[in-house]
């Protein structure tokens, strides 16, 4: 079986309907009825209806942010992918604009799919994969251009596709374009599936980012990783070469890939002539329940920042009722410390923050209580000191019947996020606690992002990260909890979150 975000196979062809074809007044119902949702983030980018998934497209052009990212209007599943698309000057207030490309052409006639962005010669090129489906249950690719125009407005090249099809020795599913210059050169990297069924990249050429020749395969060290290589990404970062991307069909491993399909970032040296990656290592990313298709670009003050999709392809969710689903990552700063990625939100994010409360103390076997976040939006800055418990950490969501734990295991080396006790549970196949290893030093930080159904926790800046879904029942009251089994130090900053989209 194939699955991808689009999909199984057998999907209804009514699903493939792009919003020209809205009924009158139905776009405003689906609405009407989503937003009212108390699920819905009020700082993360998210649709106000529909569904969404992968981020497209980033690109910062004449100072503005551009995000667009894959779009289903009509309810909360995977049907006819459209480009939704967003924008701000700070990236973390966002305006919302028209849909971006519609598919509407033969070349992309069941969706226009994911894609990046580049800049040239003063606006925006577009790239991204004309899905085609036929009758057989059968399908084919086409890679395909659009300009983004410095007032934000987006149009179709007219010689679309610029690459008809796949090339020899792949399946259909060739997908996700990634481009960049290097020595006059433009490259576009695509995830691929290699007629025996493993997952590869290949890297089309161009002297002009219109026209395009088949290059060839990336050389990994990684033959035989999964069944598709999804959303590939290449960027250079504190002198190394590093591929992201998101395999299929990885099975999970002590503390790994443990979410139906999952994403790794490698680290090396890439030679582009000679398309050989000799890799150091590889790690997954992101330790939380719902993390996928992450995308990378440079802004213009030289950063190199990361949204990725809060959410996994082929698992139902509990706001689906409501007729939206998922949301995007905050925008998160790389780079690469020793032997490891960081992540962390970008300062950016400070501006959101409200009314701030301070606490601190010492834990001896007991357990502190927060008030304060009982509307599910906020951020909390902290740091355990002078650690001498088996266990440590914080409950969020915590009302008389349902908390999600974290917890910092001394004894184990382990850090752990339990979400067992919710009402609310989806994707329980693939368990409820997620883990990372862990050793106790004498201080621990912790930064939370909360936000009504999200959750992003970074620790020791950044160094580990679990990001995941929470849906807390409708009509409970959240606090956060601080516990320890035996005595530990902390200084609590907690900040209420403003509206930002
Ligand atoms: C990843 C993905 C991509 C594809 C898109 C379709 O989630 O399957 O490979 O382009 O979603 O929406």
């Given at each position: 079986f194939f699955l991808d975000a689009g999909g199984i196979e057998e999907m209804a062809e009514s699903k493939y309907r792009t919003i020209l074809e809205a009924?009158?007044?139905?776009?405003?119902?689906?609405?009407?009825?989503?937003?009212?949702d108390s699920w819905q983030p009020i700082y993360h980018i998210h649709p106000q209806y529909g569904l969404m998934n992968d981020p497209n497209g980033l690109?910062?052009?004449?100072?503005?942010?551009?995000?667009?990212?894959?779009?289903?209007?009509?309810?909360?599943?995977?049907?006819?992918?459209?480009?939704?698309?967003?924008?701000?000057?700070?990236?973390?207030?966002?305006?919302?604009?028209?849909?971006?490309l519609t598919p509407t052409e033969e070349y992309e006639s069941h969706g226009a799919y994911s894609g990046g962005a580049i800049e040239k010669d003063g606006q925006g090129l577009l790239f991204y994969t004309g899905n085609v489906k036929y009758?057989?249950?059968?399908?084919?690719?086409?890679?395909?251009?659009?300009?983004?125009?410095?007032?934000?407005?987006?149009?179709?090249?007219?010689?679309?596709?610029?690459?008809?099809?796949?090339?020899?020795?792949?399946?259909?599913?060739?997908?996700d374009p990634k481009v960049w210059k290097e020595n006059d050169t433009y490259y576009m990297l695509l995830g691929a599936q290699r007629e025996n069924e493993t997952g590869a990249l290949i890297v089309y050429e161009s002297s002009d980012a219109l026209q395009w020749s088949f290059k060839g395969e990336v050389k990994t060290s990684l033959p035989d990783f999964g069944y598709m290589w999804e959303c590939p990404d290449y960027f250079k970062l504190d002198g190394k070469d590093v591929f992201v991307f998101s395999p299929q069909g990885i099975k999970a491993d002590g503390h790994d890939f443990h979410n139906i399909y999952n994403v790794i970032y490698a680290v090396g040296t890439f030679d582009v002539e000679s398309l050989?990656?000799?890799m150091e290592y590889y790690r997954e990313i992101d330790k939380?329940?719902?993390?996928?298709?992450?995308?990378?670009?440079?802004?213009?003050?030289?950063?190199?920042?990361?949204?990725?999709?809060?959410?996994?392809?082929?698992?139902?969710?509990?706001?689906?009722e409501y007729g939206w689903a998922h949301?995007?990552?905050?925008?998160?700063?790389?780079?690469?410390?020793?032997?490891?990625?960081?992540?962390?939100?970008?300062?950016?994010?400070?501006?959101?923050?409200?009314?701030?409360?301070?606490?601190?103390?010492t834990l001896k076997n007991e357990e502190v209580i927060i008030d304060e976040a009982t509307n599910n939006a906020y951020e909390i800055n902290m740091t355990f000191r002078e650690i001498a418990a088996k266990q440590f950490g914080l409950e969020l969501f915590n009302s008389k019947e349902e908390e999600l734990r974290l917890v910092f295991d001394t004894e184990k080396q382990e850090v752990r996020l339990d979400r067992s006790s919710f009402?609310?549970?989806?994707?329980?196949?693939?368990?409820?606690?997620?883990?990372e290893k862990w050793?106790?030093?004498?201080?621990?930080?912790?930064?939370?992002?909360?936000?009504?159904?999200?959750?992003?926790?970074?620790?020791?800046?950044?160094?580990?990260?679990?990001?995941?879904?929470?849906?807390?029942?409708?009509?409970?009251?959240?606090?956060?909890?601080?516990?320890?089994?035996?005595?530990?130090?902390?200084?609590?900053?907690?900040?209420?979150?403003?509206?930002?989209?």
């Open positions: 009924k009158s007044g139905e776009l405003e119902a689906l609405k009407d009825k989503a937003i009212k690109i910062q052009l004449n100072g503005e942010y551009h995000v667009f990212y894959q779009w289903y209007p009509y309810g909360a599943m995977h049907g006819m992918k459209h480009w939704a698309h967003v924008k701000s000057t700070d990236l973390v207030t966002w305006e919302r604009l028209p849909v971006a009758e057989d249950g059968s399908r084919s690719a086409n890679q395909c251009i659009a300009m983004l125009t410095r007032d934000g407005s987006v149009e179709k090249y007219t010689h679309n596709p610029a690459v008809r099809g796949v090339p020899d020795g792949y399946t259909g599913h060739v997908r050989t990656f000799e939380g329940f719902d993390f996928y298709a992450p995308q990378t670009f440079q802004d213009e003050s030289g950063r190199r920042l990361l949204f990725a999709w809060i959410g996994n392809p082929d698992v139902d969710y509990p706001s689906d949301a995007l990552t905050l925008p998160r700063e790389l780079s690469l410390e020793g032997n490891e990625l960081v992540q962390k939100p970008v300062e950016e994010l400070n501006k959101l923050r409200d009314q701030a409360v301070h606490f601190r103390g009402h609310h549970q989806y994707a329980t196949e693939y368990g409820v606690v997620r883990s050793t106790a030093s004498n201080e621990v930080d912790v930064r939370v992002f909360v936000d009504k159904s999200i959750v992003e926790i970074y620790i020791n800046g950044g160094k580990i990260v679990f990001t995941s879904r929470v849906f807390p029942k409708k009509d409970s009251k959240s606090a956060v909890n601080v516990f320890a089994e035996g005595a530990v130090d902390y200084r609590i900053d907690y900040y209420g979150m403003s509206r930002g989209i």
